[in-house]
DNA sequence: TTGTAGGCGTTATCAG
DNA sequence: CTGATAACGCCTACAA
């Protein structure tokens, strides 16, 4: 592999010539430039990614870390982020965690060791306390709402939407309700934020019982609706479209009648199913997250979701 | 940001004995690695990344292009590739391309330059001529049947399930058959075999008026219903379970009778509809593209995709 | 306009 | 066991 030096030798010019032709910088006599482009092009030379990083002194990586790869609200946040990074000269690379705490310190490790740019959160385990000594080097950013630890977040505010999905429950005249969340109610703000709906609406908890725990794909709702199926719930609240369906595949099969549902994500199957849903703007939450990322941003935004009523 | 000069300074040892120290080498004595210690902790220094890689020569990052990203089977094939990825230790650089061939071109340059240690092509718009003189350099890796190029490949073999859904439509009395089609017949490897399979076993080829091009996603499989149903078709064979979701949306909304449908992907809409579907089986072409990607593997691997049965 | 020399931060060789 | 020193390949003051 041709390098820098090799071009200098060749050319008759010194390494910093070359370095100035090759980046398309002033100062550079048109004789030096064509006498350096012919040995660029007759050693099929290109300059070394990583050296030019070291030297510069960043990446222009972006790391998002991702609980789960195939759940819905991953891959739109992942999508999006993507497409706003590679708008601004940023490359996004995937970083998987499964909610497991040692892998999510690992990457914040990773990101003081430079391997990143920033790190973008679509969602952690870790606590909050933990993440917040790292936001000081490189950029970090959560995608939940963070209160009031300070630091760079972009969420949807899912408060309002939640309340709406419960009184749309209400109005049509469900009494037993029960609800799909994802992991335990002390770890999940998602699941703290229905179970405060719920609160609020019907003026009581929801009885454990009801709640049905770690509810992350459409086989999860197959399981889930068994559970509450054998408890006679009339209306379901669950954690997202896909998920829902899955419910509503085990009712089918067992020739039951179908409780009233939510879902959530706006996904394919909340249409095909005639199923209210909640879109949660995960786009718009995305290039926020990017934006923050890139300190083109900083601070707390929230973004509104939406109710979308369908019966 | 401290570097391994300032612990060697502080610790009173030279760089290559903090070197071994942090990479946990022998031939250090208990004293040098106290010493050190100590002063990492202090400074509570981490090794940079960037120089790292520059020193090792590699990045341990595999660039995974993608046309698209709202499309399942590039979801569940970057998935499958990034798990296989991390458990060897590699990271995974997400690339969408949108199918243009100076993007693609342009990834292909950055693998010349080391920004990645392999690419991999989940699709492509270029032809493979252009990509087959970077295949020596680094290694690349493209996800459908390269035929007689020399370049490694995994990727599933379409044809005989395709042949298979032709024949459900058949034995299920379906006349008249129109076919939703990814891009182009030219350009497109799929929609070549799709169509070979039709001929096959109809004994003659799908007039161009019963292909439906550029189908991509739930939305245009609603609008390519639209025009076939105008031909009074009464099977389809389409390319996305979630694609023919959008016909039957389509068919359900003008009230009209539901052709016979065949799907692919093995989607949650498929088993919702009741559907005929094809499992390409895209866990398994990751993994192997990832194999061939760091050179476990080389050469052409191909998967065997099942038909799934249903009405 | 050009070139020299030093820096980016590590790892590895090889003599001590 | 330890340490100078030379890679890795590029960029950029600063000097000429």
């Given at each position: 592999m041709a390098n820098i030096h090799d071009i200098a030798r060749l050319s008759g010019f010194s390494v910093a010539t070359v370095s100035r032709v090759i980046n398309d910088r002033p100062y550079v006599s048109p004789e030096a430039k064509a006498a350096v482009m012919k040995v660029v092009r007759q050693l099929d030379y290109v300059p070394n990614a990583m050296a030019r990083d070291l030297s510069a002194g960043h990446t222009m990586t972006i790391g998002v870390v991702t609980p789960m790869r195939d759940h819905p609200y991953f891959t739109s946040l992942t999508n999006s982020i993507t497409r706003a990074a590679f708008a601004r000269g940023y490359r996004v690379m995937l970083l998987p965690s499964q909610y497991d705490q040692a892998i999510e310190a690992d990457y914040l490790e990773q990101l003081r060791m430079k391997a990143y740019d920033a790190l973008i959160f679509t969602s952690h385990a870790l606590p909050l306390t933990d993440i917040l000594p790292y936001a000081k080097t490189g950029q970090v950013v959560v995608c939940h709402d963070p209160g009031h630890v300070a630091v760079n977040a972009a969420f949807t505010d899912r408060g309002e939407t939640y309340v709406e999905g419960c009184q749309w429950l209400k109005a049509h005249h469900a009494k037993k309700i029960g609800m799909f969340l994802p992991r335990t109610a002390k770890l999940s703000a998602t699941s703290?934020?229905?179970?405060?709906?719920?609160?609020?609406v019907f003026g009581e908890a929801l009885p454990e019982a009801l709640q049905v725990l770690d509810v992350m794909n459409n086989e999860d709702g197959y399981q889930?609706?068994?559970?509450?199926?054998?408890?006679?719930?009339?209306?379901?609240?669950?954690?997202?479209?896909?998920?829902a369906a899955g419910a509503v595949q085990y009712y089918r099969e067992q020739h039951l009648a179908l409780p009233l549902m939510v879902g959530q994500e706006n996904q394919l199957s909340s249409q095909l199913l005639n199923m209210p849903t909640i879109d949660h703007h995960f786009r718009v939450v995305g290039e926020l997250a990017l934006r923050l990322a890139v300190g083109e941003l900083s601070g707390q935004h929230q973004v509104a979701s939406t109710f979308i009523s369908r019966a």
């Open positions: 703290q934020a229905m179970l405060g709906a719920f609160q609020q889930a609706a068994q559970q509450l199926a054998k408890q006679h719930v009339d209306g379901i609240f669950t954690n997202g479209d896909d998920i």
